[in-house]
């Protein structure tokens, strides 16, 4: 959730010209310091240290927010940065209540990322029916991964299971949410 706001207002500190963004990056690196002492802690202990010593931040942020907009014209990159912080920021603030909860949403775009990588080498495959196949496996590969099981030995149980006559109508068994049951 930061990540993108974090990005925008990086983006428009790298034309040079906006010491506005630096004053708000400024303030986001220092929830990351935060976080990073807080890793590793329990939910309980995130959120408490959250509400202590991230909530004045994010309230001295809130304040930062709705006065540099009023000082900037909304059609300017800055502008467009601090709108978009404005816009989701019901968003930004939802891990202060819920120790759960991540800073930004960088651990899932890195557990997409081998996905999209797959879905894209998949239109080289050649043949549509090639990329088909090749977007079955990709599928199951990452499924096994998000299930915690390997992806080799859940394929060679499977096709074993198969070879050896596994029902048809049990198919159903050797999804890998239900196969890292039976293993």
Not at 25 to 40: C, M, S
Request: glycine fraction near 8%.
């Amino acid at each position: 959730m930061l990540g993108a706001r974090r990005r925008k207002l990086h983006d428009v500190t790298q034309s040079g010209a906006a010491p506005i963004a630096q004053e708000g990056l400024a303030q986001i690196q220092a929830l990351y310091r935060i976080e990073k002492d807080l890793r590793g802690q329990s939910a309980e202990q995130r959120q408490a240290a959250r509400q202590d010593r991230s909530k004045p931040i994010i309230d001295a942020f809130a304040l930062w927010l709705a006065q540099s907009r009023a000082r900037v014209s909304a059609k300017s990159p800055t502008g467009e940065a601090l709108k978009y912080i404005a816009k989701y920021w019901d968003g930004l603030i939802l891990f202060l209540n819920d120790g759960r909860i991540e800073l930004d949403n960088n651990a899932v775009e890195r557990t997409i990322r081998p996905i999209a990588l797959n879905r894209k080498n998949a239109l080289f495959a050649g043949h549509d029916a090639g990329a088909q196949n090749w977007a079955v496996i990709a599928s199951l590969i990452e499924t096994c991964k998000l299930n915690g099981i390997e992806p080799h030995g859940y394929l060679s149980g499977v096709l074993t299971a198969i070879a050896e006559g596994h029902k048809q109508t049990d198919i159903n068994e050797l999804l890998p949410w239900k196969y890292a049951k039976t293993v």
